[in-house]
């Protein structure tokens, strides 16, 4: 019996220390600096409104000067809140949009104590999208970083009234951006695999759902005919399957693939070039 549980014990192990980092990727919520519109010249209010599956989430909704006009969605990354890209407001208000960010489940101001790599964050996005077209928004663009372009590539299928997508940094597989966060830490490449699949797979049996079929790579195919923009570093470690994920998108598509730069990383690197880029293609598109 006790060679049998010295057999068991690094299983035990394992998956002890798989259900600790399911709940730090999950359930954990750093502090978050709040700013306002104010701050950058911008009028706009605090608002809070509802996922579709009734969760109250916080936003922030900035209208464009002249109204009617196209609305963009700003989706923020995993452990971040709309805060953060708040910055991003002004050119896209004086671009003409009404701009809203908000703050997914389990981030920020928000509702909620559980993250899913997409799987409930669609729910955030078909109430962010609905939530603007009550407050008289023409057609509705999704820009999303990273966390953020997973949930706008999973909602935008089920989501009429998202007329376009970008995604800047938006992983094609979870596995793939966990297992590039251990690389991160120093951790071999093959066990921070191997825990990247375990974290997940723990999550899965936490939520009673099967997180792997919402991998962006398996939904992005849907969004045609509705336009897609993909801006992709090449030096991203948290997509290095970017080309899977492209191939599996429909048409229309485009990229703007950037040499030497890492994940998100485009508009610190190119900032004029990368406002230039995506007003131009959520003008063209929702116009």
Known sequence: MIGLLWLLMPIVLVLVAGT????????????????????????????????????????????????????????????????????????FHEAGFDVFLFDFRAHGASRGKVASFGWLERNDVLGAVAY????????????????????????????????????????ARMRSAIAARGAELHVPHWLSSFFAWLIIAVTCLRMRENLFRYDAVRWVGRIAPRP????????????????????????????????????????EVYPEEFNRRVIAFFTRHLG
């Open 20 to 91: 600790c980092l399911s709940f730090h990727y999950t359930s954990r919520r750093p502090r978050t600096v709040f700013h306002v519109p104010a701050e950058y010249g911008l009028e706009g209010e605090e608002v809070t409104f509802t996922a579709s599956d009734g969760l109250e989430l916080r936003g922030c909704w900035i209208p464009a000067a002249r109204r009617p006009a196209p609305a963009l969605i700003v989706l923020h990354g995993h452990g971040g809140s709309l805060d953060g890209d708040l910055h991003r407001a002004p050119a």
């Open 228 to 267: 897609i923009l993909f801006i992709h570093g090449e030096d991203d470690a948290y997509l290095p399957d970017f080309d899977d994920l492209w191939n599996a998108a429909g048409q229309p598509k485009e990229a703007w693939r950037l040499p030497g730069v890492g994940h998100t990383k485009a508009s």
């Open 132 to 171: 603007v077209r009550s407050r008289g928004s023409g057609r509705v663009g999704l820009l999303g970083f990273s966390y953020g372009g997973i949930a706008a590539m999973v909602a935008a299928p089920l989501c009429p009234d998202a007329h376009a997508v970008a995604s800047d940094g938006g992983p």
